[in-house]
């Protein structure tokens, strides 16, 4: 099976722009969770979706925004970007959602900077 | 928020050595879990210890959860370069709600000489 897939891998932003990173995961998988990942606060929950419904939020501003498609495809986006916003974005797919004990499995991420 | 802090935040051995990673959590958890990130890139999945187990293998990898203490272990035995990363606990909350979130520690960087 190919794993999460996300696009793109790069993506260089002025302050003010908006963005929206996308992220595929494995065939059958249809949870999707998303992660920011900066060096000052390290790893962070952004969202969770569900059967194109979002479950859980993490403590972000509406700035980060998200949906799932039918066919569990994920988009993240972030508007009115931030230089804090410069970081490493994760996404992760799993079977199913509220199962903790159903492993996570993470893309290679998205690296985003902005200027 | 970060769940906790790992201990010590970069660790320097020679092939051949064992690794200690320590992880200290905050709050109660339904399972505590691994994974390895190699330089900015995605994350793999190690292993998962739940609340009522003690120890766990997988291959070279032994993880201990010590609950009362709210604190994990990772050792890697006959370490290899190829294990030089960054290393993550993970812990997930006890209530279905919120049973997808995991909750980050500050990470380990691990080092591995030739």
């Known amino acids: 099976k190919a794993g999460v897939t996300q696009t793109p891998r790069y993506l260089i932003k002025t302050r003010g722009q908006q963005v929206t990173l996308s992220c595929s995961p494995i065939s059958g998988h249809r949870s999707v969770s998303w992660y920011q990942q900066t060096p000052g606060q390290g790893l962070q929950f952004l969202f969770e979706?569900?059967?194109?419904?979002?479950?859980n939020k993490g403590n972000f501003p509406g700035r980060f925004s998200g949906r799932q498609f039918s066919n569990s495809r994920s988009e993240m986006n972030v508007s009115t970007l931030e230089l804090g916003d410069s970081a490493l974005y994760l996404c992760?797919?799993?079977?199913?959602?509220?199962?903790?004990?159903?492993?996570?499995?993470f893309g290679p991420g998205t690296r985003l900077t902005v200027l | 928020s970060q769940q906790g802090e790992e201990d010590p935040q970069a660790l320097s051995i020679q092939e051949g050595e064992n690794a200690t990673m320590n992880c200290s959590y905050k709050t109660s958890i339904n399972n505590l879990q691994w994974y390895r990130q190699n330089s900015g890139r995605g994350l793999v999945h190690l292993i998962l210890i739940r609340s009522n187990e003690r120890e766990k293998h997988s291959g070279r990898l032994r993880v201990t959860l010590d609950t009362s203490k709210k604190s994990s272990s990772l050792l890697i035995t006959a370490s290899r370069a190829a294990d030089t990363a960054s290393y993550f606990c993970?812990?997930?909350?006890?209530?279905?709600?919120?049973?997808?979130?995991?909750?980050f520690g500050s990470g380990t960087q691990l080092t591995v000489l030739p």
């Open positions: 992760a797919s799993s079977l199913v959602a509220g199962v903790s004990t159903d492993t996570q499995y």
């Open positions: 979706y569900f059967s194109e419904t979002q479950r």
């Open positions: 993970a812990t997930v909350p006890p209530f279905s709600g919120s049973a997808r979130q995991l909750t």
